[in-house]
């Protein structure tokens, strides 16, 4: 059950430098207890660096050559000596998610957290690192391994009027909640006749690539599409990450944010002052012409590093992270569509029955006519992820895929 923050494999597409910061690392918690063992760590740059610890052995060494060169996730690149004059200030993807919990907890005395782990020791991920500390053990509430009790308690505070942020230690564990989300959390607010509103965030890390198994490299979004009621986003940047999770915790509705464990160390300068993202809205990576990609969390940097392919041999993609995994962004997408006339979907979800399936179908329905070729999707293979590197990989969407579908679609 070891959740163990291992170094990045083949399939994170990051590159290398040999600068290393020890003040960035990070070691999460596992469920039941800490085992010492050798890892190697890294942080990642949203410029596509990565400074790394290898504290491993030689065969993890070996494995770092491996590693993928990454895209930036903008149109033109930018160099890291540029990005330091900027104004603003550099987080790591999981302090921006912390450093929005913390402005959000200032502000609104009724925010609390709850989840294993996350008071005095800082969350598997530190995500909640130093909250306890500084707003209290009942603010800050430590659970015990009772994923159903304490969401379903968590739901039972927002309707007295708080607005709780529930962390399941990984996604996976989320389904033993699946009850108290989907019959509790979505319906209450009309099983009630509009007397209860139902203001909670259930966020937690999911995904795959750190080799965690099958249980543990869940991809949950597929799950809770179909449950009425739930808003659900996917962060992708330290800056989006931040905006959603303000937003999240403002909003009336309860909202299911999905982080990817792969994405954690993913660093970026954001604004200093405060602001948030619309929970509805899709973000335009990067404008084209000939092809429409829609993508999220962990599949946005693998499609953008084969955006830098594409453009090597003349095709103009145009990459949208889509965010909003309920409802679609529909605007932006049509928009789009109607402008490229071809639509790539690449997602970690599985194929059937995931997002990909379903924004195939909305796309179809509203936007058809403007459609010059049937749309394609690329999603993982319908099968339990694998402990071994080399067949995890096999089981999601690479680059080279990626670059291959459009070569085909825009035939």
Excluded at 116 to 129: A, C, N, R
Excluded at 190 to 198: A, C, D, L
Aim: hydrophobic content about 35%.
């Amino acid at each position: 059950m070891a959740t163990i923050f291992q170094g990045l494999g083949g399939g994170a597409a990051t590159a290398l430098t040999n600068s290393f910061d020890s003040k960035k690392l990070l070691l999460p918690s596992t469920r039941r207890s800490l085992s010492e063992r050798k890892v190697s760590f890294s942080v990642v740059r949203s410029d596509g660096t990565v400074n790394l610890n290898l504290g491993g052995s030689n065969a993890r060494a070996r494995r770092v050559d491996q590693l993928i060169t990454n895209a930036v996730a903008t149109k033109a690149d930018s160099s890291a000596a540029s990005s330091t004059s900027k104004p603003g200030h550099e987080l790591l993807l999981f302090e921006a998610l912390r450093e929005g919990l913390e402005e959000e907890m200032d502000r609104d005395p009724h925010v609390c957290v709850m989840g294993e782990d996350v008071g005095h020791y800082g969350g598997s991920y530190k995500v909640t690192k130093g909250l306890a500390d500084k707003y209290g053990d009942l603010r800050v509430l430590d659970t015990p391994i009772a994923e159903n009790s304490f969401t379903g308690m968590g739901i039972g505070a927002a309707m007295t009027g708080l607005r709780p942020i529930i962390e399941g230690m990984n996604m996976g564990f989320l389904l033993l909640a699946f009850n108290q989300i989907s019959n509790n959390c979505g319906m209450l607010h009309y099983t009630s006749g509009g007397q209860f509103t139902i203001p909670v965030v259930i966020r937690g890390p999911g995904g795959v690539g750190r080799q965690l198994g099958a249980e543990h490299s869940q991809r949950l979004e597929s799950y809770f599409q179909s449950i009425p009621g739930i808003q659900m986003v996917a962060c992708s940047t330290p800056y989006n990450a931040k905006g959603l999770m303000k937003a999240a915790i403002r909003s009336e509705n309860p909202v299911i944010l999905f982080e990817h464990v792969l994405l954690y160390n993913l660093k970026e300068r954001i604004p200093d002052e405060e602001y948030i993202c619309n929970l509805e809205e899709a973000e335009m990576v990067r404008p084209g012409e000939h092809v429409t990609i829609l993508t999220y969390s962990r599949m946005r940097y693998h499609v953008m590093q084969a955006a830098k392919t594409l453009v090597n041999k003349g095709y103009d993609p145009e990459v949208i992270d889509i965010r909003s995994l309920k409802p679609f962004d529909l605007h932006t997408i049509g928009n789009s569509v109607k402008k490229t006339h071809r639509v790539l979907i690449v997602e970690e979800c599985m194929r059937t029955g995931g997002i990909g399936a379903s924004l195939t179908a909305a796309i179809t329905e509203n936007f058809h006519d403007y459609l010059d070729a049937p749309i394609v999707c690329l999603s993982s293979q319908d099968v339990p992820t694998p402990y071994a590197g080399t067949l995890e990989e096999w089981t999601v969407v690479q680059p080279a895929q990626i670059v291959t579908a459009v070569e085909q679609l825009c035939q």
